[in-house]
């Protein structure tokens, strides 16, 4: 008799092969292709547990360090489905470029969350009735079985469902009354996608700093149906509670910077962690010389993420290698990224422009002491950056609307 009713085989795209390197972003990224267009659209909202993510991408970790681009992800999608029938699936990877647009037009939103987020760290360490909430949080301890879980989930493999991390976040500021900005702290740590924009924004959208009084409130029922009875909190969420409030916190949109263009024809190249594909970046010169700058680590050296991180690393170096045919040094401070600059004999270095964020800061060090000695550091933004990044004035609306003419112009319709 068959058995193909209780087929123990799992599905091939269930289990994510979470390897640091292109090459495993593309397996996967092939992988998901059919499941993109209208099945995605049907089931994308169900966390159907760490052992079955067939209905997801699972994309991020690769698309956050650009070890495989958005404007692949979505023309493969786009030839394999249109833009119709695989519209819900392209937004949700243009919501990425609309967290990004909106930050680097708000800097200022940035700052606040990092002063904030030092104080109430600060703050923990004195006050004991928060070291032990946060502390219980933290380690899973809460007694509610489903936040108990993400968080194992998240300290071990470093991923969560994006449905997982909106009940988690509403969980942690609503039901546990703990600061949102070392939720959002916690999750920057452990993510293998940890991502400045889309982790900030997406942690003050829930807790409705985002839009102004609209917040997300994690409830019951919805947990029980979306995780299919895997978990049902009953009585245990505050379902009823009023979003927060961030007054005196300007939030209007400042200008972009304009695009940089390099005028020499001999460059050297940085790359760094926030963009990892040299492969597709806009070079106008003969690169003479190329290098990485690397990200410092973050937490424990043994976590997932860092693991994923050193990979990503690697294989980058291994890519600028045989794209330049030469050898591409690691560096792990910005003396020794100012030495080998200088040491290359070119009056320009190319680096893919770093959104605001920590690598952009080092960045911005490194742009002064190279000026000081007549180099100028040329950043170099993607197009598909400053096509999208303009549209993140306001609501996600404005970009949406755009989208059949955003992605027609990747020559796709
Ligand atoms: C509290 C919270 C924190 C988050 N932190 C991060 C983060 O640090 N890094 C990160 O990349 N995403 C973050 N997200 C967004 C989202 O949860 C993940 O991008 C998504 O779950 C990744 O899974 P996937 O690759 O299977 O996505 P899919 O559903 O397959 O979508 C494809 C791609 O689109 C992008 N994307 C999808 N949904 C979103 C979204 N809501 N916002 C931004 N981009 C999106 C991702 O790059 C994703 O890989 C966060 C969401 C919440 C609610």
């Known amino acids: 008799m068959s058995s193909f009713l209780f087929d123990p085989t799992p599905h091939p795209l269930s289990r994510v092969d979470w390897t640091g390197t292109r090459a495993a972003g593309l397996a996967r990224l092939e992988a998901f292709l059919p499941a993109a267009g209208t ?65 680097e037009m708000r800097p200022q939103v940035l700052t606040r969350f990092n002063l904030d987020r030092l104080a109430l760290n600060q703050l923990a360490t004195e006050d004991h009735e928060l070291a032990q909430k946060l502390s219980r949080a933290k380690a899973g301890e809460t007694g509610i079985a489903c936040f108990d879980a993400w968080v194992r989930e998240l300290t071990t493999l470093g991923w969560l469902h994006n449905h997982a991390r909106m009940w988690f976040a509403s969980i942690w500021i609503f039901t546990l009354e703990l600061p949102w900005q070392l939720g959002a702290d916690f999750f920057f740590k452990h993510l293998l996608d940890a991502d400045v924009a889309s982790n900030t924004l997406s942690w003050r959208w829930v807790a409705g700093l985002h839009t102004k009084g609209k917040h997300y409130l994690a409830r019951a029922s919805n947990i029980e149906t979306h995780t299919k009875g895997r978990f049902n909190p009953a009585g245990q969420l505050a379902e009823n509670a009023l979003p927060l409030s961030d007054p005196g916190l300007e939030t209007f949109p400042s200008a972009l910077p304009a695009d940089e263009i390099l005028f020499e024809d001999r460059v050297g190249l940085l790359l760094h962690g926030d963009d990892l594909h040299p492969e597709s970046l806009p070079l106008t010169a003969k690169v003479v010389g190329a290098g990485l700058l690397l990200v410092p680590e973050i937490g424990r050296t043994d976590g997932a993420k860092n693991k994923f991180q050193r990979r990503a690393e690697q294989n980058a170096c291994t890519r600028l290698e045989q794209a330049f045919g030469m050898e591409a040094p690691r560096m792990a401070s910005l003396e020794d990224a100012l030495d080998w600059a200088l040491g290359l004999d070119v009056r320009e270095i190319a680096t893919p422009y770093a959104p605001v964020g920590p690598i952009a800061w080092h960045l911005a060090d490194l742009k002064q002491a190279l000026a000081s000695h007549g180099v100028r550091l040329v950043r170099l933004r993607r197009p598909w950056d400053s096509r999208t990044w303009p549209l993140a004035t306001g609501g996600f609306f404005k970009l949406k609307e755009r989208l059949p003419y955003l992605v027609r112009d990747l020559g796709h319709l």
Not at 46 to 52: A, E, I, N, Q, R
């Open 39 to 103: 099945a995605y659209t049907r089931t994308r909202n169900s966390d159907l547990g760490p052992d079955d993510r067939s209905n997801v991408s699972a994309l991020s970790p690769w698309l956050a360090r650009r070890l495989i681009t958005e404007e692949e992800v979505v023309s493969r999608v786009m030839a394999s489905h249109g833009f119709v029938k695989a519209e819900k699936f392209i937004q949700e990877v243009y919501w990425r470029s609309y967290w990004k647009g909106w930050l």
